[in-house]
Nanobody
Framework: QVQLAESGGGSVQAGESLRLSCSASGTISSIQYIGWYRQAPGMQRELVALLFIGGSTKYADSVEGRFTISGSTAERTAFLQMNSLGPEDTATYFC??????????WGQGSQVTVSS
């Protein structure tokens, strides 16, 4: 079993920044990727950013250039620096981890609210 500890999030004004953190623990063999998805009320969950083993990254087009994911799959930790936030970024952000043997896991979610 893999446990995910998330922190960060909160309420900010448009244009401000926030930072999310996610750390994995438990029975982990090799994390293949770690990152975040988000879900706004009434919307489907969507990819935000992923950090892959080896260091490559993937971003949603809507956050490219504003959000930066960092960390290390080997260290089982990732950070999401979110700059120039807008009301459209308001959502619950879920940490997502895929382990080679244990499978895919989700965090409990962190609320991000951006007011204009």
């Amino acid at each position: 079993q893999v446990q995910l500890a998330e922190s960060g999030g909160g309420s900010v004004q448009a244009g401000e920044s926030l930072r999310l953190s996610c750390s994995a623990s438990g029975t982990i063999s090799s994390i293949q990727y770690i990152g975040w998805y988000r879900q706004a009320p009434g919307m489907q969950r969507e990819l935000v950013a992923l950090l892959f083993i080896g260091g490559s990254t993937k971003y949603a087009d809507s956050v490219e250039g504003r959000f930066t994911i960092s960390g290390s799959t080997a260290e089982r930790t990732a950070f999401l620096q979110m700059n120039s936030l807008g009301p459209e970024d308001t959502a619950t952000y879920f940490c997502n981890v895929d382990d080679l043997l244990a499978g895919e896991f989700w965090g409990q979610g962190s609320q991000v609210t951006v007011s204009s």
